[in-house]
């Protein structure tokens, strides 16, 4: 089983930066793809990033040119690095696991709070 454990959150003033880390226990992290999603009040649970186990990267139009997602598989860590934050990025973020077949899953952290403030 994964278990993801999320941490980098905080209250930061828009135009500044966060690094939210997710590490993932057990041994099967670098067989996963690793998104990041986050969830605003009253809202939908959204992509924001996600990166393969290949390291392909796709983000939401509203976060390019702004994140970087990036994975470190010795460490069996992704982390989500996000500058000139804005108040609408403020959300909970969730980090995501998961893997497609036989051996399939899809696991989520408890999520991180990131408040950005104008």
């Known amino acids: 089983q994964v278990q993801l454990v999320e941490s980098g959150g905080g209250l930061v003033q828009a135009g500044g930066s966060l690094r939210l880390s997710c590490a993932a226990s057990?041994?099967?992290?670098?067989?996963?793809?690793m998104g990041w999603y986050r969830q605003a009040p009253g809202k939908q649970r959204e992509l924001v990033a996600e990166i393969s186990t290949g390291d392909r990267t796709n983000y939401a139009d509203s976060v390019k040119g702004r994140f970087a997602i990036s994975r470190d598989n010795a460490k069996s860590t992704v982390y989500l690095q996000m500058n000139s934050l804005k108040p609408e990025d403020t959300a909970v973020y969730y980090c995501?696991?998961?893997?497609?077949?036989?051996?399939?899953?899809?696991?989520w952290g408890q999520g991180t709070q990131v408040t950005v403030s104008s």
């Open positions: 057990g041994s099967v992290f670098r067989f996963s793809d």
């Open positions: 995501n696991a998961r893997r497609t077949g036989p051996l399939s899953y899809n696991r």
